[in-house]
């Protein structure tokens, strides 16, 4: 990335972490993804369950390794034999001390908008893990909750193709979305996080002036 596009993002960035901050979020920088790893595992002590949502940024930026340590106490969705054993691994995530996702999209007006197929993630952002950690590459910005929405939407055949759902918006020849009604459907559930006036800083943002996931 060219500096006038980093210097360009950083300035929509930091525009964005005062909207956040006055919705009561936290707001951090981070220069790059491995400064937002550090940042990130600086925030969780060790002995901390960790939930968390599934999302490519939490793998590009290494996140998830780790998290894997054994300092910390994952709970790990990823490592289950059957379905209800993935199941019960999500309902364990609202007991959580730290979850921690990535966003679909996030608003200049201060809103993250996220899209799921069984709500776990859209859900524990809103309620449950006592500390929620969103990290977001500058991709996921938008200017408005309605843009944010279009985005969340415009992904959702990705997302449905990555997690292997035979979604008909994500077969080798379509994305585009049909409003299906599949079994697997990838958008049954939608949350919007306006913010956290009740519980100050429970969700901490994380920007970084890179594309992360999508
Ligand atoms: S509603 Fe169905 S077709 Fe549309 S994006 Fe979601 S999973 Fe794909």
């Keep these: 990335m060219d500096a006038t596009q980093k210097w360009a993002n950083e300035r929509r960035i930091r525009d964005l972490m005062k909207v956040l901050e006055e919705n009561k979020f936290n707001a951090v920088y981070a220069e790059n993804k491995d400064e937002a790893r550090r940042i990130v595992m600086d925030m969780i002590p060790e002995g901390s369950t960790i939930a968390v949502g599934g999302s490519v940024t939490l793998n590009e930026t290494g996140i998830l390794d780790e998290i894997r340590k054994p300092e910390y106490k994952f709970i790990d969705r990823y490592n289950t034999k059957t379905f209800e054993e993935m199941l019960d691994k999500y309902r364990e995530g609202y007991f959580a001390d730290i979850m921690v996702s990535s966003t679909n999209a996030i608003t200049m007006t201060g809103e993250l908008v996220n899209i799921d197929c069984t709500g776990n993630r859209t859900s524990q952002i809103v309620f449950g893990p006592k500390k929620v950690i969103i990290v977001a590459g500058v991709n996921k910005i938008v200017d408005t909750l309605e843009e944010g929405m279009k985005r969340a939407k415009k992904i959702a055949p990705m997302n449905a193709r990555r997690i ?14 049909i409003n299906c009604h599949d079994h697997a459907r990838v958008c049954n559930v939608t949350s919007i996080v306006t913010g956290c006036h009740y519980f100050p800083g429970r969700i901490t943002v994380v920007l970084v002036p890179e594309i992360l996931g999508y």
Aim: with cysteine; hydrophobic share 15%; aromatic share 0%.
């Design 164 to 177: 292997t759902h035979k979604t008909p918006c994500a077969t080798d020849d379509n994305i585009k979305c």
